[in-house]
């Protein structure tokens, strides 16, 4: 969003010098020029030669990579908003003196191809049927944009002087174009904070983040066309309520693991809130002379907002709490139009805040309404009714947002470690019997306390009596020389390496190996395999640089809620069994709240004449308290049927018979099909 947003800048910058300072027929000629150019770098790729370094910023290669990818494609593509609603202005068509509304008719195309992606491109297309589409799409675009330009030509009468030519220009004061850009961040960060929790949430999927990035520019659908009825006065309780329902939301009242459908109720908050904030910037529009300043300022808000959320809250913040932040912002809008700032509405705000602060258990050590839903709902209830009633004072509003976000704010007491790098939050923390590493919302696993000082017992997915220590602990895997693992956690594996073995270690996100490493953090790896390597950086970019062979290759990658799925394709297994000896085993950790992983492993082991086996082993919630214990689904893959056969024989493993569709592939993957909630769904029916 971040590289989209500055390159949006970009276009915006080069369509106000090109209106301002060059007749209209040269326009369309530069235009046209760097259509043309644009053409060199389609179809859309990515170069062999290009590989992800753990050492270097992830954020910059990430920026670096869309720049050469796609970085002129849609700089040319940028520029048209507001380059085509100059040309309008001159076309002497219907509301030429007010072409705002075609930023709504933009949109509707932007909303279309954006659903496109997850429900036609993704399902149906492979990556690169959908480049050679969008190619085609670019060359068409190209017609029509000449069509566009000789139409504008036209109707300026023959005039072929720059569009200001003609016109009294004058330039927007400095503090209306900081009001534009202030107003413009506040939905495009609530937006990628809201994108951020979501995704990692239920798993970033194209259908997830499409859904907050296709509310955000619904807003802008509706907040700039034409209707006399839609006013940011008249969405104003919309809004105020709105910000009730969001402060509960981001609150801790709210637990990480809530069901998908409180997740969902983060839409229509952001609806409303970026369509007040849309709609004021629509409200605030200058004349057509000044359209794309205007349009520079919308972007340069938006720009801000993603900076803000992807580069500089992970560098300031040990927490995600930008969207606390931003919703803070947000009820500041309210007072763009009516600010009251006196003692005592400050001083009612802060009254109002208490009896609240108490039912979200923040005053006091008593939760008079218990944990459960009953105190979701009073909670939401109450303050949506404070803050209807305070609806004529934007003022309380915003002192009753702020005090309620602050306590979300505040670091958490017990933890040990909060921080957070490219990849997402990290904390460690204790109770009174574990200390327990979570990333986001995953937990990567937890040790025992009394364990410290001490060679560690491996727990949660990785306990003695597991399907992953089963292939480890046997007789083929005490035999193994060479064993490597995908993805570190808290490293409690390291503690079944045999002093024989030689054990490799495989992590994208260096954070998680200095948490594992730490003996102040966890002391698996300290205690069992202090000398094995950490081999930083995406694992198949690694495993395919690296002449590895081993034994057991184990891939741990898969248990979050956001698959890697460059990880899970045929051509990444097929890498995998080159590394491995020719009667090794893959081991794939698929335990998953969201996905079944199994259908497609079977497929693309069918398809590369591979064998497989699968074990889920269920642990009650007696059993995980007492042992530590975690419930966990494994996938054994191997070319040596009699390897696999070893394993099915002693009766916790059974076979995967595939289900004769397509197998996943570097190309084509759908991870929706593998959403467990569709499968059970189209089982039942």
């Not at 720049?67 to 609603?85: D, T």
């Not at 051509?571 to 998953?592: C, I, K, P, W």
Request: aromatic share 12%.
């Amino acid at each position: 969003m971040l590289f989209f947003q500055v390159v949006l800048i970009v276009g915006y910058i080069y369509a106000h010098l090109l209106t301002k300072w060059l007749p209209l027929h040269w326009q369309l000629v530069t235009h046209l020029a760097f259509w043309m150019v644009a053409l060199t770098f389609l179809p859309l790729s990515i170069s062999e030669s290009w590989s992800y370094d753990a050492s270097s910023s992830t954020a910059l290669q990430t920026l670096e990579l869309f720049a050469l990818g796609v970085g002129l494609p849609f700089a040319v593509l940028s520029a048209n908003a507001p380059l085509l609603q100059a040309w309008y202005a001159r076309s002497g068509g219907p509301s030429a003196d007010d072409p705002y509304f075609l930023y709504s008719a933009s949109n509707v195309g932007s909303l279309l191809a954006l659903l496109a992606f997850p429900l036609l491109a993704d399902p149906f297309w492979g990556a690169r049927e959908t480049s050679n589409l969008w190619f085609l799409g670019f060359v068409v675009f190209g017609g029509l944009l000449l069509i566009s330009g000789l139409v504008a030509i036209r109707g300026s009468g023959g005039s072929l002087a720059p569009v200001t030519a003609n016109i009294s220009y004058s330039s927007p004061k400095l503090r209306q174009v900081a009001t534009w850009v202030v107003i413009a961040f506040v939905p495009s960060s609530l937006m990628l904070s809201f994108t951020t929790k979501v995704s990692t949430d239920l798993g970033s999927i194209p259908l997830i983040w499409v859904v907050p990035l296709a509310t955000y520019i619904l807003s802008f659908v509706f907040a700039f066309a034409k209707w006399k009825k839609l006013s940011a006065e008249s969405l104003r309780i919309p809004m105020v309520l709105a910000l009730a329902v969001g402060v509960v939301l981001l609150s801790d009242l709210i637990n990480q693991h809530a069901a998908p459908i409180i997740i969902l109720i983060y839409v229509p908050v952001l609806f409303v809130i970026a369509l007040y904030a849309h709609r004021l910037l629509y409200e605030m529009r200058p004349p057509a002379e000044q359209l794309t300043v205007f349009y520079i300022a919308l972007s340069v808000g938006g720009a801000i907002g993603g900076l803000f959320n992807s580069i500089v809250a992970p560098f300031v913040f040990v927490d995600e709490i930008e969207a606390q932040l931003t919703l803070i912002l947000a009820s500041g809008l309210l007072l763009l139009t009516k600010a009251s700032f006196t003692p005592r509405n400050m001083a009612m705000g802060l009254l109002a805040s208490y009896p609240l602060l108490i039912i979200f258990g923040v005053v006091g050590d008593i939760k008079p309404l218990g944990e459960g839903v009953l105190r979701l709902v009073v909670a939401t209830a109450v303050l949506a009714a404070i803050m209807f009633f305070f609806r004529n004072s934007p003022t309380r509003i915003a002192v009753l947002v702020l005090v309620l976000m602050l306590p979300a704010i505040a670091p958490k007491d017990n933890a040990i470690l909060q921080d957070r790098s490219f990849f997402g939050t990290h904390t460690v923390f204790s109770n009174s019997k574990y200390r327990i590493y979570q990333n986001g919302t995953t937990l990567h696993g937890w040790q025992r306390e009394e364990d410290f000082g001490k060679r560690p017992t491996p727990l949660s997915y990785y306990h003695p009596e597991g399907p992953m220590a089963q292939v480890i602990t046997s007789d083929f895997g005490r035999q193994s020389d060479s064993i490597g693992i995908v993805g570190l956690g808290t490293g409690a594996l390291a503690c079944y390496k045999l002093p024989s073995q030689t054990w490799a270690f495989f992590e994208i996100d260096t954070m998680v190996d200095q948490v594992a490493r730490d003996p102040s953090m966890f002391t698996y790896v300290s205690e069992c395999a202090p000398t094995s390597e950490t081999h930083l950086g995406d694992a198949r970019i690694v495993l395919a640089q690296n002449p590895f062979e081993f034994d057991i290759l184990v891939l741990d990658a898969y248990s979050s809620d956001a698959i890697p799925l460059h990880l899970i394709t045929k051509e990444a297994v097929e890498m995998y069994t080159e590394r491995l000896a020719d009667d090794g085993v893959l081991v794939f950790h698929v335990s998953n709240r969201y996905y079944d992983l199994v259908d497609p492993l079977a497929r693309i082991a069918d398809a590369l004449g591979l064998n497989i086996a699968h074990q889920f082993l269920q642990i009650d919630n007696e059993q995980r308290d007492r042992t530590g214990a975690s419930s966990s689904e494994v996938v054994i893959i191997s070319p040596d049927k009699a390897r696999i056969d070893s394993f099915v024989d002693n009766g916790q493993w059974q076979l995967v018979v595939p289900d004769g569709t397509e197998p996943w592939t570097d190309d084509k993957a759908n991870l929706l099909s593998a959403l467990k909630f569709l499968k059970d769904e189209n089982a039942s029916n």
